[in-house]
């Protein structure tokens, strides 16, 4: 398939993000890690394992095709009539058969030729194992998709909190020399009032923030398979983009397995055609002699022979039902290309917002920038009596609602980037 919107994502992440390790007692976690784990600990794998074991208990079954096949069978029956001579023969007596007649048998067949019907039918059930390992691929594979969504959800919570104390910090300094300032008489009770109710706001939103980085850590942790969401998610590089130049996902072996085994079947019609040929042996005892009824008595019998079957006229029905495995076939190829046209369109998207949020982390530094300036420049003017404390903590507020602003549309691009990762590379 070719894509010319389409990119290879290429990055080369330090060692120290390949491998877990401590920082503090805390484990530290990369996206590529956690898409790993949410892969691994999938229980989708097992079914592959059951496709193995299933495909080896149909192939044990299509070799007992080869066996002689076995039946017992009784019957025991009353008629109203039974056949007999309407004249007597005074030379013998004729024996009479009986209206309760009484049989129990015995059926061998063994076939001789079949038309080969067995190599299709182990074919089918090799594409039929083959079919099942390539669809948990394709549903695990999507997988990658949901790891990233539940990553950069409790990442952006965490670089949400991260800036939300380094506010409370600043809060915290700012109250002390507002209390030293008190205690000296040069400032009002009231402006150290008015930091510690913004300092509560601070908290009030640090443990909010708190909560739901605790509900998607707990969501990660169980698509991953942990026990603990005591964790530090690392904020991955920006990386480099270049194009593929070809690219195949798992959904694409679905679809050439599902026409693989429709064109199977379409070739095993013709086996419809071929004659086959048994021996057969029925053998047993019965009440007449079912072969003799001169014999009335419990008497055993048996029968051998050769028996064929040919079909050599349907009136068509073989070449429709072809006509119509075609059709299926078709449809799959349409299902293919939808697919493809689904995803590229999702991958043009993830580039495009890729582009849209890293063109605003431009504006957001100079926001950012501005913003901390006219603070800085705010405190002055607070300590000289220009500025009252409630003007100088809405623009503090509005400095941290641009620093995490900024931190949005910084882990917004990192997020478009890893879904195209998740959607295109093995990373």
Not at 136 to 165: G, H
Request: with cysteine; glycine share 4%.
């Amino acid at each position: 398939m070719s894509l010319t919107c389409i990119m290879k994502f290429s990055i080369f992440l330090p060692a120290m993000l390949l491998l877990s390790v401590s920082v503090h007692g805390t484990d530290s976690l990369s996206i590529m890690q956690c898409r790993e784990a949410v892969l691994r600990n999938n229980p989708l794998q097992s079914k592959k394992g059951h496709a193995d074991a299933i495909s080896a208990l149909q192939h044990r079954n299509i070799a007992t095709n080869s066996l002689p096949r076995i039946q017992l069978g009784a019957q025991a029956s009353w008629q109203s009539e039974v056949f007999g001579f309407p004249i007597e023969n005074p030379v013998f007596n004729i024996p009479e058969v009986p209206k309760d007649q009484y049989k129990a048998t015995i059926d061998i067949s063994q076939r001789l030729w079949d038309g080969g019907s067995d190599r299709p039918q182990r074919r089918q059930r090799e594409l039929e194992r083959d079919l099942a390992i390539a669809q948990v691929d394709a549903d695990v594979f999507s997988l990658r998709e949901t790891a990233t969504d539940l990553f950069f959800r409790a990442l952006l919570l965490q670089e949400s909190e991260a800036v939300q104390l380094a506010a409370q910090k600043d809060l915290e300094t700012r109250l002390k020399q507002t209390e030293a300032a008190v205690a000296e008489g040069t400032a009002l009770r009231t402006a150290a009032d008015q930091i510690r109710i913004q300092l509560l706001k601070t908290e009030q939103q640090i443990a909010a923030t708190r909560a739901d980085k605790q509900s998607a850590l707990l969501m990660l942790a169980r698509w991953m398979g942990r026990d603990d969401t005591d964790v530090v998610l690392i904020v991955p590089d920006e990386g480099t983009l270049t194009p593929y130049a070809a690219m195949t996902r798992p959904e694409h072996a679905v679809f050439t397995l599902q026409q693989r085994s429709l064109q199977n079947n379409k070739e095993a019609l013709t086996l419809r055609t071929h004659p086959r040929l048994d021996a057969f042996l029925q053998g047993g005892f019965g009440r007449p002699n079912p072969f003799n009824f001169f014999e009335t008595g419990f008497e055993p019998f048996a029968m051998i022979g050769l028996r064929a079957t040919w079909a050599p006229f349907d009136w068509g029905t073989r070449k429709r039902e072809a006509q119509v495995i075609d059709l299926q076939i078709k449809n799959i190829e349409a299902q293919r290309h939808f697919f493809d046209l689904k995803l590229d369109a999702t991958s043009v998207k993830d580039l495009e917002d890729r582009k849209k949020w890293q063109a605003q982390l431009a504006q957001d530094d100079a926001i950012v920038s501005l913003q901390a300036d006219i603070v800085k420049r705010s405190e002055a003017q607070v300590n000289n009596g220009i500025m009252t404390m409630t003007d100088y903590l809405s623009q503090v507020n509005l400095l941290t609602q641009a620093q995490l602003a900024r931190k949005t549309h910084q882990l917004q691009a990192l997020h478009a980037q890893e879904m195209w990762v998740a959607k295109w590379s093995n990373q």
